[in-house]
T-cell receptor, first 115, second 109 residues
């Protein structure tokens, strides 16, 4: 069974630009979550989608947005990029609706560098 | 959501058991304890999870105290490939995992 796939693996953008990252969950998984990882802040929750609906959102500005499609694939978008947005962006999927008994399975992330 | 406390770093000799502790004194009744590890530049890898009973799988064992306020992840025979940052997480019911700073485990040859 294929794991969580994230594309692209690496991305370099300039301040002020916008970027879209893609995530394909494990087949059959309907919940997709996004996390940002930086050396200073560690892993931080961005948002989570289930059946095309955002269920939870972390403490990030509105420049960070996402969506989920009917096939459970998800995208996240960051507009008006800032230098501080440079990070590893991780997508995770899980099988069950209630996460507390369902492991998250992570992809290997997209490394975004903003110059 | 309940938070966890882990030692920042640990060493373990290759071939020996690695015992990684975690405190989660504010855990609530329906929250599970999850363990993940992350090797540099890769996504976190799921290891094991449990509610109150001890659990074992092909990777590790999870021992949860009776009061559920702490747990220990046991890697029975550590190898160099087990060198990683290990995260202990108490799951929020809203599918929002809080990752702390974890324990950096170094397996020494």
């Amino acid at each position: 069974k294929a794991g969580v796939t994230q594309t692209p693996r690496y991305l370099i953008k300039t301040r002020g630009q916008q970027v879209t990252l893609s995530c394909s969950p494990i087949s059959g998984h309907r919940s997709v979550s996004w996390y940002q990882q930086t050396p200073g802040q560690g892993l931080q929750f961005l948002f989570e989608y289930f059946s095309e609906t955002q269920r939870n959102k972390g403490n990030f500005p509105g420049r960070f947005s996402g969506r989920q499609f009917s096939n459970s694939r998800s995208e996240m978008n960051v507009s008006t990029l800032e230098l501080g947005d440079s990070a590893l962006y991780l997508c995770a999927s899980s099988l069950e609706r209630e996460a507390y008994n369902s492991p998250l399975h992570f992809g290997n992330g997209t490394r975004l560098t903003v110059t | 959501d309940a938070k966890t406390t882990q030692p920042p770093s640990m060493d373990c000799a290759e071939g020996r058991a690695a015992n990684l502790p975690c405190n989660h004194s504010t855990i609530s009744g329906n929250e599970y304890v999850y363990w993940y590890r992350q090797i540099h530049s890769q996504g976190p890898q799921y290891i094991i999870h449990g509610l109150k009973n001890n659990e074992t799988n092909e990777m590790a064992s999870l021992i949860i105290t009776e009061d559920r306020k702490s747990s220990t992840l046991i890697l029975p025979h550590a190898t160099l490939r087990d060198t990683a940052v290990y995260y202990c997480i108490v799951a929020n019911t809203g599918n929002q995992f809080y990752f702390g700073t974890g324990t950096s485990l170094t397996v020494i040859p």
